[in-house]
């Protein structure tokens, strides 16, 4: 029986299959939030005196046996038990008897998912800002290791002034310093606790709502009953957001990459161990690696636009329509974590060609140090500007290549402001709630 069932009756086979759809394998990454959460809710219970003294220790201790059988892989939710929710009190039921069928007093599945996900999301959150992290490092020492080699820049994919590789991996690690921005101010909504909500209208059984905030970590509470299951899909939705910003600084990135790496660039290269080949043409080295980052990025920018979708004209209360932010979201998060993972590992092997710009088809590059070396010689801007012009014209255009790198303003290429960026995100960082 369903915890739902008043007697023997039963769904139909059919409407059940397709009702509880991908759920059972979501509820197994839910589960040890589910536990959490519980042992926090029968604390609580006890408090307001729900719960006896002997009934609080015995529940205490299957759910922490069964926190135990979840980290050991030993946790399994039985075939007929419609959900993780069911699963835990149908063991806790088994365990204890009549302090088992308790647990459920004073909250509604609907404010368990709720907890669920919000615990599971704030935990994947910090899981991928510490992610975000080591590849934010990794490119600013790749740009203080690099910082004196030259990179054409371009601009409309036209040959436009000097750049580096300092400048290069500074860029896209400065970059992240926002999509962290986002991701922490997602986990600040999420940061809050809608336990005790039940299926949206509150209780009639004196439940300390703080007790449960303060246990399971959770800034503050979702205060509003009502608001606490209108905010499903909503938090959700604000993940995906910032999950979206940062998918997108990842295929821009790898754009660089692929284009970078191709035979009419070859700025850069990896061991032939990251790339893959071809069934018909023996010279290839294909970028697949950073092809799929890409894809995946892209990806990650619609999450929001799906999760917006799925909610449009909903009411207020709650819908089976939130079910499917499982299978919208959790993926999502999983193929996350593995793009940061992997490029991670590819950017230890990555290797930068010197001297690029001594080709002559950069020659030109440098026209706008041999135009600013004008103005600070006496000439106006529009005079120089004619002057370099005509050079360029005449075939007898040269300039100082090194010169570049002795620009000194904030951000340019012979002030990389290596140390502020860092110091940017870790003021960022410090902000965030432990």
Not at 255 to 262: A, G, T
């Amino acid at each position: 029986m369903k915890i739902w069932q008043k007697d023997n009756s039963t769904t139909q086979a059919i409407v059940e299959q397709f009702t509880v759809g991908r759920d059972p394998e979501f509820d197994m990454l839910l589960a040890r939030y589910d536990v959490q959460g519980s042992l926090a809710h029968a604390y609580m219970l006890h408090k307001a005196g729900l719960l006896s003294e002997e009934e609080w220790l015995a529940l205490e201790k299957g759910l922490l046996q069964i926190a135990a059988d979840i980290e050991a892989g030993n946790f399994m939710i039985e075939p007929g038990v419609e959900d993780i929710h069911s699963q835990v009190e149908l063991i806790l039921t088994r365990q204890t008897g009549e302090a088992g069928k308790k647990i459920h007093t004073g909250r509604s599945r609907n404010d368990q998912v709720a907890l669920d996900i919000k615990l599971y999301l704030r935990a994947e959150l910090r899981v991928i800002q510490g992610l975000v992290l080591d590849l934010f490092g990794q490119l600013l020492d790749l740009s203080e290791t690099h910082k004196n080699i030259l990179l054409p820049g371009y601009t409309h994919l036209q040959v436009a002034m000097p750049s580096s590789f300092g400048l290069w991996f500074g860029a896209w690690a400065e970059s992240l310093i926002d999509d962290m921005e986002v991701l922490v101010a997602a986990e600040r909504v999420v940061n809050k606790n809608p336990l005790g909500s039940g299926a949206g209208y509150g209780s009639g059984f004196p439940l300390d709502r703080k007790i449960t905030t303060e246990l399971l970590g959770f800034r503050t509470l979702c205060f509003n009953s009502v608001y606490a299951q209108m905010g499903r899909g909503k938090t959700e939705k604000i993940v995906a957001a910032a999950m979206g910003s940062l998918g997108g600084t990842l295929s821009r990135f790898c754009m660089d990459i692929c284009l970078y790496m191709s035979q009419n660039f070859g700025f850069i290269s990896f061991p032939a161990d990251w790339t893959t080949g071809s069934s018909i043409m023996p010279h290839k080295k294909n970028p697949d690696v950073f092809e799929l980052i890409r894809a995946k990025g892209n990806r990650l920018q619609a999450l929001p636009n799906e999760l917006s979708i799925l909610q449009t004209n909903l009411p207020s209360g709650y819908h089976r329509d939130m079910q499917l932010t499982k299978e919208i979201l959790f993926p999502a998060i999983e193929d996350l974590k593995s793009c940061l993972g992997i490029l991670h590992e590819a950017l230890k092997v990555i290797s930068v060609r010197e001297n690029i710009l001594d080709e002559e088809k950069y020659r030109y590059i440098f026209s706008v140090e041999a135009v600013n070396d004008l103005v600070k010689s006496g000439h106006s801007f529009r005079e120089a500007y004619v002057m370099v012009g005509n050079d360029i014209e005449n075939g007898i255009f040269q300039h100082d290549k090194d010169a570049a790198l002795n620009h000194t303003h904030a951000g340019s290429l012979g002030n990389l402001c290596t140390e502020e960026i860092r110091h940017e995100m870790k003021k960022l960082l410090n902000q965030r709630e432990i």
